[in-house]
C-alpha cells in the first residue's frame, strides 16, 4: 500500500516564498508527481521527478530525495492566483497513482 | 488540446437509483482512471482500466462497476447508489508512452445521492 503525508494548510504573503512538504512510503516507485487544484476545478500537472534532485520550472521547483521518501514543491514570488489546493502523487510501477490529501494554500496580500 | 470530458458536471440522484458516469477522452489513451474525491481525504482510486475491455480493481472498488468497451470511454457504474456515495467523482487518462507522463484529469461531476 501507499501512504502519503503533506501539511493540510499553509499560509504565506504575496510576493513571499512557500515549500510544501510531502513524505512517502509506498510500495513500488515509479516518480512523484505535484498537482494543483483550484477549488471546484480538475486537478492540473505542475511537475514531476522520478530521479533524485530538483527540477525547476519558472516559480515553481520541485525537488525528491528517493532514499529519504521525500519530495518538496517550492512556490516562489507568490501570486494570488496561487491560492489553491497542491497534491503530491506517487506512481507506481502500474501507473496508478496514490495521492495525498492536499495542501491548501492562501495567499494573503 | 488534450481533453478529458465527463457527461455532467452535476448530477442529483435518489438512494437505490443506478447512475452513469461517463467520461470520454480525445488522446488515444490506454489507461483510464476514476477517483473519488471528498474533503480530508484526497483522492481515491475506485477502478482504472489498461486497455478496452480490461479493468482492474483501485483502492476502494466496492458500490462501483466500470465499463470500458472502447478506447476513449469509460464508464462508471454504481448499482445501487447511496448517500455516502455523495462525493466528487473525477475521471483521468494517461500513456504508456514516456514522454507523456502526466494523468489528465476531467472536470469532475459532483454527485449527490439523496
Known amino acids: 500500500g501507499q501512504n502519503i503525508d503533506q501539511p493540510t494548510e499553509m499560509t504565506a504573503t504575496e510576493g513571499a516564498i512557500v515549500q510544501i512538504n510531502c513524505t512517502y512510503q509506498?510500495?513500488?516507485?515509479?516518480?512523484l508527481f505535484w498537482y494543483q487544484q483550484h477549488a471546484g476545478e480538475a486537478p492540473t500537472f505542475l511537475s514531476y521527478n522520478v530521479l533524485d534532485g530538483l527540477e525547476e520550472k519558472g516559480r515553481f521547483s520541485s525537488f525528491l530525495s528517493r532514499s529519504k521518501g521525500y519530495s518538496y514543491l517550492l512556490l516562489k514570488e507568490l501570486q494570488m492566483k496561487d491560492s489553491a489546493s497542491y497534491l503530491c502523487?506517487?506512481?507506481?510501477?502500474?501507473?496508478?497513482?496514490?495521492f495525498g490529501a492536499g495542501t491548501t494554500v492562501t495567499v494573503r496580500a | 488540446d488534450v481533453k478529458v470530458t465527463q457527461s455532467s458536471r452535476y448530477l442529483v440522484k435518489r438512494t437505490g437509483e443506478k447512475v452513469f458516469l461517463e467520461c470520454v477522452q480525445d488522446m488515444d489513451h490506454e489507461n483510464m482512471f476514476w477517483y473519488r474525491q471528498d474533503p480530508g481525504l484526497g483522492l481515491r482510486l475506485i477502478y482504472f482500466s489498461y486497455d478496452v475491455k480490461m479493468k482492474e480493481k483501485g483502492d476502494i472498488p466496492e458500490g462501483y462497476s466500470v465499463s470500458r468497451e472502447k478506447k476513449e470511454r469509460f464508464s462508471l457504474i454504481l448499482e445501487s447508489a447511496s448517500t455516502n456515495q455523495t462525493s466528487m467523482y473525477l475521471c483521468?487518462?494517461?500513456?504508456?508512452?514516456?514522454?507523456?507522463?502526466?494523468?489528465?484529469f476531467g472536470p469532475g461531476t459532483r454527485l449527490t445521492v439523496t
Open positions: 502523487a506517487v506512481r507506481s510501477n502500474d501507473y496508478k497513482l496514490s
Open positions: 483521468a487518462s494517461t500513456s504508456f508512452l514516456g514522454a507523456d507522463i502526466e494523468q489528465y
Open positions: 509506498t510500495s513500488g516507485f515509479n516518480g
